[in-house]
């Protein structure tokens, strides 16, 4: 504060607490006016005083506003009536122009000309008072010709006592730089993904926040309808796919990545075969989504089977082959062996054997060319039923008939000392069937029964006729069916276990299969070993 003159000063002050050097006295007009004075000239004093100190302090606020606009990291520009009233040398270092190009120039001139109406819009509408955004990125063309973007934020002013703008610029080339080149490569990285030829799929906490269109086209989805869904969404069933959650992420919460084949169902409910590989994006965390890879292998895990499937066949061939060497070695040696020693006996001993050996050689003879020539009928049937070769030649047929001669057949070929007990229910009249197929059939299951039984025990056939059903049982008490051969009983040239040296080809239980099927009928059994089996044959007929 300005101080009085010392003179003045001590003046004033005596007249103001009545104190003048001397005696008191009364104060007189003159005391009065000069009090006054003092009075109005102490306030004019201090009114001066305290304008300098305002100045001054006006003076040194303003040179830090300046200091403050004049080192500011951003470009500072007032605009009134389209031209640049004020601009920061931060505007000359972000544009290249030095102060001078800058003043009063249309800003318009240095903004970049795609970008120049979306500028002068914006202007306009922020001097009319109308909404517009407050911050937004255009470019502008530097001295050196370089294109840079700016962002703005803009509010308006009084300038001069006129309208204008205040603008604050920032320099986000950079940033704009590195979004494009982010955006072009996710573009470059979409496209390749979108183009791969395995399906891709992105799973934050099994939910799909991502999928490729190999993906969706493979399930038969769009990839609309897959985004945001839960995984579970392709999975057969809820126990598939809380297993394979089971074994998959402790997989990859190891670090490791996990692969496997798993069944998928596809929209319209079809089942595929799907190789699956994923990976984690932080191991430490799953939350932060894995990465899976999807092949459909279904045509690839179709032709294994139908591989596997060749390759069974081909074992089973040649065991076939196998067995029926065996058994053509085994069943051929005996009859021809008997044959043979017959004829010898009688090349030798003709003359010399009674009339009826003579005949019992025969007899043997001609049993033993007919046991090998049933044998390479079954060969030759058994042959053409696994060609599909077999035929269906259906006829009226006395069912009744057949049964009681197929019966008289058994009994003389096993020596006329095994008795048939035949049971008729039913058969009235002709049923349309085939008289060859089912002569294999019921006689091979006949044969076998009188063949696997004790003499003296009993076997039954049984032929019953109702509701347009043939049903036909053979029930014997012979030695049974082992539990273990049971499944395979129909196989050719398979013969169960407990047979011993009980002749046989194995081709029998096979053609009567064969024979029933072709009938479109069903054959089926019930045996336990030692307490005898029961076959039973049903077959869908017309009556004629």
């Known amino acids: 504060m300005a101080k009085l003159p010392v003179w003045l000063r001590g003046k004033v002050v005596g007249v103001l607490c009545h104190e003048h050097v001397g005696p008191a006295r009364e104060w007189t007009a003159e005391d009065i006016d000069f009090a006054s004075s003092a009075a109005m000239m102490i306030s004019l004093a201090l009114e001066e005083a305290r304008r300098h100190e305002l100045n001054e302090a006006l003076v040194r606020s303003e040179e830090k506003y300046r200091h403050v606009v004049e080192n500011a990291n951003e470009a500072i520009v007032i605009a009134q009536d389209g031209r640049i009233r ?321 019966a008289e057949e058994a009994h003389l070929q096993h020596g006329g000392n095994r008795d048939v007990r035949l049971e008729f229910s039913g058969l009235t009249d002709p049923v349309n069937m085939d008289e060859k197929l089912l002569r294999h059939a019921l006689g091979n299951l006949l044969s076998n029964a009188l063949k696997y039984s004790s003499p003296g025990s009993r076997t039954t056939l049984a032929a019953h006729v109702n509701d347009n059903m043939a049903t036909v049982r053979v029930i014997d008490e012979g030695i049974g069916i082992p539990l273990q051969d049971q499944e395979r009983l129909f196989e050719a040239f398979h013969r169960a276990r407990n047979v011993g040296n009980i002749p046989g080809t194995g081709l029998g239980l096979a053609i009567v299969r064969k024979s029933v099927e072709l009938h479109g009928g069903t054959i089926a059994f019930i045996s336990e070993p030692g307490r005898g089996t029961r076959f039973t044959v049903r077959i869908p007929l017309a009556r004629h």
């Not at 931060?90 to 003043?103: E, H, I, N, V, W």
């Not at 109308?130 to 703005?152: H, K």
């Not at 279904?298 to 066949?313: D, G, N, Q």
């Not at 040649?318 to 053509?328: D, H, Y």
């Open 86 to 406: 004020y601009a920061n040398p931060q505007t000359s270092r972000l544009s290249g122009y030095p102060p001078q190009a800058l003043d009063n120039k249309p800003f318009l001139e240095f903004v970049y000309a795609e970008d120049r109406a979306l500028v002068a819009e914006n202007y306009m509408k922020r001097l009319r008072g109308e909404q517009t955004a407050a911050s937004y990125d255009f470019r502008i063309v530097d001295m050196q010709g370089r294109v840079r973007w700016l962002n703005i934020n803009a509010v308006t002013l009084e300038w001069d006592g006129r309208p204008a703008t205040l603008n604050f610029l920032t320099d986000v080339t950079e940033t704009k730089t590195l979004q494009q080149d982010l955006q072009r490569n996710l573009a470059e990285r979409e496209a390749l993904l979108q183009s791969a030829l395995v399906g891709i799929s992105f799973a934050v906490n099994r939910r799909l926040t991502w999928v490729n269109e190999t993906y969706a086209r493979m399930l038969g989805y769009s990839r609309d309808e897959l985004v945001g869904q839960l995984s579970r969404v392709h999975y057969p069933d809820d126990a598939s796919y809380e297993a394979f959650g089971a074994s998959a992420y402790p997989v990859l919460s190891s670090g490791r990545p996990f692969e496997s084949e798993l069944q998928m169902r596809r929209k319209d409910g079809a089942l595929i075969w799907v190789h699956v590989y994923g990976i984690a994006v932080d191991p430490a965390d799953l939350g932060k989504g894995a990465i899976w890879t999807n092949i459909d292998i279904t045509e690839r895990r179709r032709a294994e089977e139908e591989v596997r499937r060749a390759l069974a066949k081909e074992r089973e061939l040649n065991e076939l082959k196998s067995r029926f060497v065996a058994m053509t070695s085994h069943e051929f040696r005996t009859p021809l062996a008997t044959i043979l020693s017959s004829t010898e006996l009688l090349e030798r001993h003709y003359d010399r054997l009674p009339a009826a050996e003579r005949q019992a050689i025969f007899s043997r003879i001609t049993t033993g060319v007919g046991r090998m020539a049933q044998m390479l009928d079954n060969v030759l049937t058994i042959g053409r039923a696994e060609t599909d070769a077999m035929h269906f030649q259906p006829a009226p047929l006395d069912l009744r008939g057949l049964c009681r001669q197929l």
